[in-house]
């Protein structure tokens, strides 16, 4: 017998801060989410970017050069877009409905700002940058960068549903970007009443965020701009648009390997993050 999940929690965006001064974002996890990285294993981090209008500017906004290993970045653009740039050659520039996949691996110096034709202009500025944890028989992988158009991307289209398929099978669709793990990643549209159903064994950790609109799970209201967690208690997760909506469904297979993060390395001992910090400062990271 299939069960349904439940919700574990809903969180509400805490308020945001700046990463560098480009990307005002709220984190919803690890900080918000009791167990932090071990609870949303193989998802490290996400930090949303709810609406947020920028004037024009001449001025570079963003984060400038800076280092990661031993994980992944993946950069949604909602609204405005975002010039990336890294020594492994990857580089370009996402607007709406893109997608941005950065695997740091065993070492990669990159930079992120709005595009020199948003600053310009100004406008609603909407992201979310998620990390995803890489198995420690990868985190030494060479550093790679998967750009993602949003027309590359597949779309099953349902009764009031549309699925974009971004990592993961949905309806027999494949994904389009490539991942380490069992990483499922889709973009919901409902129309109103439109229902989504998706199965996948009970121990994969599920998460929601919602974009926009009002979203229904079982007898649970999921607002705008909050992010669901679910429970480990079933094998199906069940939603539905209560309004014109859109939500950013994440799910994966647990690593469950020990994680050790910190600043801006994610590996699976101390002696590992002490290393890291020595190849950057010797400059075996290379240069940008």
Known sequence: MITIRTIESIIPPPPPHFVGDGFRVHNFFPGQIAGGMKRTDPFLLLD????????????????????????ETVTFAFKGSVAHRDNSG??????????????????ILHEEYHSDEFAETGGLFHMAQLWVNLPAKHKMTTPSYQAIENTSIPVYEGQKIAVSVIAGEYQGIKGVASTFTDIRMLLVQFEEGGEFDYEFPSSYTAIALNIEGEIGIQDHNFPTHHCALFANDGEKLSMKGMTSAK???????PIREEIVAYGP???????????????YSTGLFGAL
Request: proline fraction near 5%; aromatic fraction near 10%.
């Open 48 to 71: 949303y970017g709810s609406p947020h209008v920028f004037t024009p500017t001449t001025h570079r906004r963003g984060v400038d050069v800076h280092p990661h290993r031993g994980f």
């Open 90 to 107: 990857g580089g370009g520039i996402i607007g709406e409905g893109d997608i941005q996949w950065m695997t740091a691996g065993s070492g």
């Open 247 to 253: 939500a950013l469904i994440l799910i994966g297979k």
């Open 265 to 279: 390395f994610v590996m699976n001992t101390r002696e590992e993050i002490a290393k890291a910090y020595e190849d």
